[in-house]
């Protein structure tokens, strides 16, 4: 009956030890990146901030990982998957193969670009842990940095994987939070103008 009571006891103190941290960690609002939420459903929240249909996204330029200037705005007039991304994110790792694919039969048939900015500022191993993800992926579409997180404010991701879809018009068509596969990506594109 004692260890019962006591391992209670400390059970209850665990738990009250970490909703403590995690207030204070939110009221703090030191980084903001150590609060993400990492989403397992194809779920479409429009409760959650992000740009809206219809508005043009922020332009923007990173450096790419192959070490080029990667800048949005030279994509107008083509379909856009824009990406958001992390190589310790579980959903995100259970995307990439689908986007690969998707990429390798659809670029050019489609006139579609997939860009997956990765948020590098979250990545604990550095440039060597993303390159690592790209290689065990296989992945050849663009992978600019946001070194700072500028371009993930901007867009307003709170949950990864984010993704928009940008249409030739250059105006948002879709937003998606969580994981996609091959299907519901050539859905989604199909129906940006």
């Known amino acids: ?43 479409e929240d429009d409760s959650l901030p992000g740009l809206e249909k219809g508005s043009i996204p922020p332009d923007f330029v990173l450096s790419s990982l192959s070490g080029e200037t990667f800048r949005l705005s030279d994509l107008k007039g ?23 694919k998707y990429y390798e039969k659809n670029k050019d048939k489609e006139n579609v670009e997939i860009v997956a900015v990765n948020l590098s500022e979250t990545e604990k191993r550095g440039q ?32 990864i994987p984010t993704t928009y879809f940008i249409g030739t018009d250059g105006k948002v068509g ?14 989604l594109v199909e129906n940006l103008d």
């Open 78 to 100: 083509k379909k856009v998957i824009l990406n958001f991304w992390a190589s310790w994110c579980g959903p995100c790792k259970a995307e990439m193969p689908h986007m690969q």
């Open 174 to 187: 879709q937003r998606i939070t969580g994981p996609m596969d091959e299907k519901r990506l050539k859905e």
């Open 1 to 43: 009956m004692k260890k019962k009571m006591i391992g209670s006891i400390i059970a209850a103190l665990l738990i009250g030890s970490m909703v403590v941290i995690m207030v204070k960690s939110n009221l703090d609002n030191e980084d903001p990146l150590d609060n993400y939420i990492v989403s397992a459903d194809y779920s």
């Open 128 to 159: 060597k842990g993303i390159e690592e993800f790209v290689d065990a992926y296989g992945l050849t579409f663009p992978i600019p940095l946001d070194k700072e997180g500028a371009v993930m404010k901007a867009y307003k991701v709170l949950i």
